[in-house]
């Protein structure tokens, strides 16, 4: 009798899911730069040529700035979003014996949040005179 209701206790575990495991803490943010070939700057400091895509931590908002000779530089704020679905998703985790945890967790890492705009476009403008 124990073995079965572990058992049944593990598979509601695997079905709900921790949206930490599922989803992971990062989130690849796409850039699209036009003109493309475009220096991309983050002001987490990572450095890409447009079109790119990084990985970054869910729970961190940031900028990013594109700039190529000839054009001015742009920057556009990204943000964080909840992700409705996913925090459907570990609600369900309070019917699962230590859930609560999962939440926590998924609390701290902001695993059910997702970065906006994703992707990002950006179109750089020439300079006067260029």
């Known amino acids: 009798m124990r073995f079965s209701t572990l058992v049944i206790l593990s598979g509601c575990t695997l079905l709900v899911g921790c949206q930490t495991a599922a989803r992971g803490t990062t989130d690849t ?21 447009s079109p790119c895509s ?20 742009q920057t556009v704020k990204v943000g964080i979003k909840l992700d409705k679905k996913s925090a459907l998703k570990t609600a369900g985790s309070f019917i699962v014996p230590g859930g609560s945890a999962l939440v926590a967790v998924d ?6 949040y997702d970065h906006y705009p994703n992707p990002v476009r950006i179109k750089l403008k020439r300079h006067r005179g260029s």
């Open 107 to 112: 609390a701290i890492t902001r695993a059910n």
């Open 29 to 49: 943010v796409k850039i699209f730069v036009s003109p493309s070939s475009a220096k991309v700057t983050t002001s987490l400091g990572q450095t890409c040529t």
């Open 54 to 73: 990084l990985k970054v931590k869910r729970r961190k908002k940031f900028t990013v700035t594109a700039s190529k000779r000839g054009y001015a530089p």
